[in-house]
């Protein structure tokens, strides 16, 4: 499992950046509590109010006295929520009060030198896997999550650690529920940036592979390949895999570039594996015409 050796290995990386950001989350004015719009990258806005419209999140910034927009996908919802319920429990607790110019200059130090991908839009310290698209000529990234296989054998059972046929090979299939992924993108302008660590340490980008999902409307899932499990416990799995190109991008960033176009469809993002198992972690999006 990748899983536990990431985040173990993410807490170094983004040391830095959560010190340079605690130690003055108390430097705070007096005055009234502002929201906050808690973006994909791990940064946020300061803002006063915000509406969605459509695709886009309209908000009067904090910190500018403006009125500004920003495409929704950009925004972490969840995280988003989180926050401004605690405000608003709290609203006396003098780290949530209304951002200040000095908050503003630490998280913009602390920041600065995290890869940059558009203007104003970086990479986050602690790694993961981001999409990037243009939308209507504006840069967009998404986080996309991670997920988990789960494997079905012909006999029906499902299974994450293979059962092993003492007779024969054993054809597994790789799945995911659901006939549609979360997070949905379109082509233009559309690239891969990736930093995971396995048990090895950071994935180089050759091993990344951008698969195309076979969907089940029937069983409600999505097929990510075949795995072949053989008597003496070798795996080997089979994917309709896009061509792509790893390019070394920033740090322990890597960004892979498809060479032949994403037509609209499902797909996911897995690592070649460099053992006898198959990588359990997929990281699934769709894209849209």
Do not use: C
């Not at 340490?201 to 409307?217: F, N, Q, S, W």
């Not at 890597?254 to 993002?269: M, N, R």
């Amino acid at each position: 499992m990748l899983e536990g050796t990431r985040v173990m290995s993410r807490v170094a990386k983004g040391l830095a950046v959560l010190a340079a950001l605690w130690i003055l989350l108390g430097a705070t004015a007096l005055g009234q509590t502002a929201q906050r719009l808690i973006l994909t990258d791990g940064s946020f806005q300061s803002v006063n109010e915000f509406h969605k419209q459509g695709d886009r999140v309209r908000y009067l910034s904090a910190e500018r006295g403006e009125w500004e927009e920003l495409p929704t996908a950009l925004v972490d919802w969840k995280a988003t929520d989180e926050w401004n319920s605690t405000a608003q429990r709290g609203g006396d607790d003098e780290e949530l009060k209304q951002v200040t110019a000095e908050e503003v200059a630490a998280r913009k130090e602390a920041m600065k030198n995290t890869p940059l991908v558009a203007p104003d839009m970086r990479l986050p310290a602690e790694g993961g896997v981001f999409l990037f698209e243009e939308v209507g000529g504006r840069p967009a990234l998404h986080k996309v999550p991670t997920e988990h296989l789960s494997a079905e054998s012909k006999t029906g059972s499902n299974v994450l650690r293979h059962a092993v046929n003492p007779f024969a090979s054993v054809l597994l299939t790789l799945e995911l529920k659901g006939v549609a992924a979360k997070t949905r993108v379109r082509p233009q302008g559309l690239m891969l940036y990736v930093d995971v660590d396995d048990e090895t340490g950071t994935v180089p980008g050759e091993r990344y592979r951008i698969v195309r999902l076979a969907v089940d409307k029937g069983r409600d899932l999505r097929v990510v390949g075949r795995d072949k499990v053989s008597m003496k416990g070798n795996e080997q799995a089979s994917y309709q895999v896009v061509k792509t190109r790893a390019e070394k991008f920033s740090g322990d960033w890597w960004k892979v570039v498809a060479v032949e176009p994403l037509t609209p469809g499902e797909y996911a993002v897995v690592i070649e594996s460099n053992s006898q198992e198959t990588n359990e972690d997929v990281w699934d999006f769709g894209v849209e015409r």
